[in-house]
């Protein structure tokens, strides 16, 4: 018997499951990807999307050519990259990693749904188990088991598009405190690498701790430069006191990243918050600065990720 209920979304087979509080809704054929995340209390449906069909191009397709929703796994990297190192030189890492892309088999025992996919181009497995701690907690539990006899490194993050509006705020630990930009549309935070006083942005209006309005055309994706102590990060919405609230282990998952997104990028209108296992997105470039992480040979890596909607 299980709690989870075997659902349709555009005509893919998902799984739904409802508390007293939360609903969600996971669909396994694309990338395990989570495309429902309602407050039950308020009705308010957290994530973000395009109004595309549900559904992408299949592996190694770009991102922004599928439904650009929801909340996807974004592993073994973000950016297209080639890995840099023996055995897998030169194996090229997709648009936004590999397992967003691929089918992943899915079971769901009790309160568990056990998701698994592996990978293509490396030899590994990627497990994550969702189920609630709370009536208001979602958790999942990752397990990555290096199926190989030499070491990976990989950039895990999570890429959770929300829903935006003007005024949200985001929290983040308070010893975080400069920001590296990884992209700025139209420049605005500056190249590649250039650093950033967090939240305010000296000798600008630009406060990035608030959700701004999308008439400025404006999308950034940066880091947080620090590794953090405390793996924390929190979205509210003070027009209705509604939040969700990141919680995850900080030893591995030391970084952190916002995805901004103020219609400078294809015209949408969505925040994200990244907990991630390397930074910049360049899984190659995170290996040259040793800020990537890596599972040994036929070692297995975990890590989870609490999210609360309040």
């Known amino acids: 018997m299980t709690d989870w209920i075997q659902t349709d979304r555009e005509g893919f087979k998902a799984w739904t499951y409802n508390t007293s509080q939360v609903s969600v809704t996971i669909v396994p054929a694309l990338g395990a990807k989570v495309v429902s995340l309602l407050n039950r209390r308020t009705g308010r449906e957290w994530l973000w999307h395009s109004g595309k069909p549900l559904g992408n191009l299949g592996y190694g397709s770009v991102f922004s050519h599928g439904d650009e929703s929801g909340w996807d796994e974004m592993f073994p990297g973000i950016n297209v ?15 936004h990693g590999e397992v967003w892309s691929l089918e992943w088999n899915a079971e769901a025992t009790g309160q568990q749904l056990r998701c698994s996919v592996d990978g293509r181009q490396f030899q590994y497995t990627l497990d ?26 990989f950039l895990w993050a999570a890429h959770p598009l929300f829903k935006a509006s003007e005024g949200m705020r985001l929290r983040v630990p308070e010893e975080l405190t400069q920001i590296e930009v990884s992209y700025s549309a139209q420049g605005r935070l500056g190249e590649f690498g250039t650093l950033q006083p967090w939240p305010k942005i000296p000798n600008t209006s630009i406060d990035l701790s608030v959700i701004e309005p999308p008439k400025g055309r404006f999308a950034e994706k940066y880091y947080f430069k620090d590794k ?41 209108y969505h925040i994200a918050i990244e907990p991630a296992t390397g930074t910049m997105d360049d899984l190659a470039y995170a290996m040259s600065r040793g800020e990537a992480a890596i599972v040994a040979g036929g070692g297995q890596y975990r890590w989870y990720l609490e999210l609360s909607v309040r």
């Open 128 to 153: 994550k188990v969702v189920s609630f701690t709370s009536e208001d907690t979602l958790r999942i539990d990752y397990e990555l088991t290096n199926r190989s006899n030499s070491p990976f490194s």
């Open 228 to 268: 953090l102590k405390r793996g924390w990060a929190e979205l509210s919405d003070p027009a209705t006191g509604e939040t969700v609230e990141f919680g995850f282990p900080a030893e591995q998952v030391p970084y952190l990243a916002v995805w901004a997104n103020y219609g400078g990028y294809g015209g949408h």
């Open 81 to 95: 990259c080639a890995y840099p190192d023996e055995p897998w030189r030169e194996r090229i890492i997709p648009d």
